[in-house]
């Protein structure tokens, strides 16, 4: 079994920055894409920014040049550097990791991290 545990979510001003955290654990051979997605209210889940195993980046046009993933695989640790927010940014952001067990590969979510930007 693999879980996926998020921290550092919160509730920013316009501007601000904030700074989440995913950390996998359990009977992990490999992972090799990490990612971060967001829903907000009344809207589907959309995909925020990915990173490989060799550091290879993904952006929505969205967050390009604000948002920032890195990830330490020593730790199976992935970040999500949030910085200049808008309230436009506000959602409940999921980590997210394609993970190798033993004999598997699988898809695994972190329980949800609630990102609020007031104005």
């Known amino acids: 079994q693999v879980q996926l545990v998020e921290s550092g979510g919160g509730l920013v001003q316009a501007g601000g920055s904030l700074r989440l955290s995913c950390a996998a654990s359990?009977?992990?051979?490999?992972?090799?894409?990490m990612g971060w997605y967001r829903q907000a209210p009344g809207k589907q889940r959309e995909l925020v920014t990915t990173?490989?195993?060799?550091?290879?980046?993904n952006y929505a046009d969205s967050v390009k040049g604000r948002f920032t993933i890195s990830r330490d695989n020593a730790k199976n640790t992935v970040y999500l550097q949030m910085s200049s927010l808008k309230p436009e940014d506000t959602a409940v952001y999921y980590c997210?990791?394609?993970?190798?067990?033993?004999?598997?590969?699988?898809?695994?979510w972190g329980q949800g991290a609630q990102v609020t930007v007031s104005s």
């Open positions: 359990g009977s992990i051979f490999s992972i090799n894409v």
């Open positions: 997210h990791a394609g993970v190798r067990t033993s004999g598997t590969y699988m898809n695994y």
């Open positions: 990173i490989t195993t060799g550091g290879d980046t």
